[in-house]
């Protein structure tokens, strides 16, 4: 399954400022903290975020820890979007790696 570290997705979000980041968790979660740039669409709502992108679009989820974001990747692939991507370890691993600021828990 596509998945890319915090320092690729930090490369990517530099060169592409209009990209398609979006944070599977809960809106409590999501509130708590984030990733700047970063859309909420929970994975309950998966749905949601298929009915409104384009199979060839390049689109990038991420998760606490990384285990819901990959499963909405695979299912997306699934179904024909192959341009999604996974963050691995989540906003968890971003605190470590990328944005101490973000909050952890």
Same mark, same amino acid.
């Not at 990747?73 to 101490?100: A, C, P, R």
């Given at each position: 399954? $596509?998945?890319?570290?915090? =320092? #690729? &997705?930090s490369?990517?979000?530099q060169?592409?400022?209009d !990209?398609? /980041?979006i944070?599977v968790r809960?809106e409590?979660?999501y509130?708590?903290?984030?990733i700047?740039?970063?859309k909420n669409? $929970?994975?309950?709502q998966? =749905? #949601? &975020?298929i ?7 390049? !689109?990038? /989820?991420y998760?606490?820890?990384?285990l819901?974001a990959k499963?909405?990747t695979?299912?997306?692939?699934q179904?024909?979007?192959n ?7 989540g906003?968890?691993k971003w ?7 973000v909050l952890r828990?």
């Amino acid at each position: 399954m $596509p998945s890319l570290t915090a =320092k #690729k &997705l930090s490369e990517i979000i530099q060169l592409t400022p209009d !990209i398609k /980041l979006i944070d599977v968790r809960e809106e409590d979660e999501y509130l708590f903290c984030k990733i700047n740039g970063a859309k909420n669409i $929970p994975i309950s709502q998966i =749905k #949601k &975020l298929i009915n409104t992108s384009q199979p060839n679009e390049s !689109i990038y /989820l991420y998760c606490h820890r990384g285990l819901r974001a990959k499963l909405a990747t695979q299912h997306m692939h699934q179904i024909g979007f192959n341009n999604v991507y996974y963050l691995e370890g989540g906003i968890e691993k971003w605190s470590l790696d990328i944005d101490k600021k973000v909050l952890r828990y």
